[in-house]
């Protein structure tokens, strides 16, 4: 309707409608969609997302890889993907930026296909629909190539048969001599012990850095490949630097020993790449006050970029309190963009690693704001006990409102460049 003025457009368009041919009375009903099978419908969705942990000698308490393996475990699979669950990944999808690297979670439709296979009674299918086999890659290949630099946990740790999950926190030398800019990095589990290694979080000390906490540098869970950063961007390791492990050990009803390690691939050396990764722990409210038996207690924290910046990461950290963490920009202007929203769960500590084309885009000035929320009272099933007053500690009896920032710095030129590309790159997409 391109020249109509804007008034006679809805006249026009109601003009048309009234003069459209009706449907004659006797056309025939579409036939509906044939019911989800698992052999054609449900078995590629489980091989893409679920299977990695979900099979034999992994860390799931089942294995997904069959019909017959699956069908006993329909109505939980129906429960866990609709509650969005499972497969972990935490972030509220109706909020902010929704392209992630390493995104194992199911789009709306795959849960609906899974949730119609098991209300029409989870039915096989036709075995020649079946897809292949998925096959696994080798648990002791480094993806990221042949590391420079390997540290290890100092010593063994035993996980026994039968016992509650634990976490843990080691400090290991790395046993470097001279500063090195880091390309790519990588964490693996000791051989044999993929099953127990829950996940496991590395972080990066310096030797003239206080923090014990220190920057993360890398974080594991079962099907996670190593980080390889943008060419032209690395992270510096000074000599001397030390490497923290935070690990969380499940028992899987066989007594496994495991030493975690860390594989680091470096730039030739003398070189300086032109971004440098920074990894902080942005400032947070380490003076937590969460009443007992109070839920939705919030707190808040803030972080200011002094230049321009590409935001890569985000990864939130709270304790068995821990209810939701949302992350949003204030601009210079005032103007105020929501980024991600994360429904928290202590069991699965995740950093999500925004896709290239949409990590955020930070204008010197800009303040990063981060909301926590904690839920204290009896309706959290992982409060180990909502009768007492928490507040900021480093067990896991108490809590944390932390969170971390992965990003680098550029020149003006430089940010203003992306801006226009990435502009360009949106009115594209609005075209097609």
């Known amino acids: 309707m391109t020249g109509l003025p804007s008034r006679l457009v809805a006249p026009f368009a109601l003009a048309l409608a009234l003069c459209a041919p009706s449907a004659p009375a006797f056309a025939q009903a579409q036939p509906a969609a044939a019911a989800p099978t698992f052999t054609h419908d449900v078995a590629p969705i489980l091989q893409r997302s679920c299977q990695t942990c979900h099979r034999p000698g ?19 699979i129906r429960n866990r993907v609709s509650q969005r669950q499972m497969p972990p990944w935490h972030v509220d999808r109706t909020i902010g930026i929704r392209k992630f690297k390493d995104d194992p979670s199911l789009t709306d439709a795959e849960v609906e296909t899974i949730v119609k296979w098991v209300d029409g009674g989870a039915p096989r299918g036709n075995p020649a629909d079946m897809p292949k086999p998925r096959v696994f890659e080798d648990t002791e290949k480094w993806h990221i190539g042949k590391p420079d630099l390997i540290v290890a946990l100092p010593a063994e740790n035993t996980i026994e048969a039968q016992s509650a999950d634990w976490w843990a926190d080691f400090v290991s030398d790395s046993g470097l001599t001279e500063d090195r800019y880091i390309k790519a990095v990588e964490a693996k589990p000791g051989p044999g012990a993929s099953r127990v290694v829950h996940h496991a979080v590395m972080y990066l000390v310096d030797p003239d850095n206080n923090n014990p906490m220190g920057g993360v540098l890398n974080e594991y869970a079962v099907g996670k490949n190593g980080d390889v950063y943008p060419e032209g961007a690395g992270r510096l390791m000074k000599a001397g630097s030390k490497v923290r492990f935070n690990m969380h050990y ?109 990590a955020p885009l930070l204008p010197a000035g800009t303040i990063i704001h981060v909301t926590s929320w904690h839920d204290n009272s009896t309706a959290n099933r992982n409060n180990p006990d909502p009768r007492n007053w928490v507040g900021f500690g480093n067990r896991t009896t108490d809590d944390m409102a932390r969170h971390w920032l992965t990003f680098y710095y550029m020149s003006d030129e430089e940010f203003q460049a992306e801006v226009r590309e990435r502009a360009t790159l949106k009115r594209g997409t609005a075209n097609q």
């Open 58 to 76: 992994s860390i799931a308490p089942m294995s997904l890889l069959t019909y017959e393996e699956a069908r006993p475990w329909a109505r939980s």
């Open 250 to 358: 499940h028992a899987v009803g066989e007594t496994i020993k495991d030493r975690t390690s860390i594989g680091i691939v470096f730039y030739p050396k003398g070189y300086v790449p032109k971004h440098q990764m920074q990894t902080v722990l942005a400032p947070n409210q380490d003076d937590l006050d969460i009443p007992a038996g109070a839920d939705n207690v919030r707190s808040d924290a803030y972080f200011k970029m002094d230049r321009p910046a590409r935001l890569t990461a985000f990864m939130p950290h709270m304790h068995n309190r821990g209810k939701r963490q949302c992350l949003e920009a204030i601009y210079p202007n005032m103007v105020v963009e929501q980024f991600n929203c994360v429904n928290y769960d202590f069991q699965w500590q995740i950093v999500y690693n925004y896709a290239d084309d949409v």
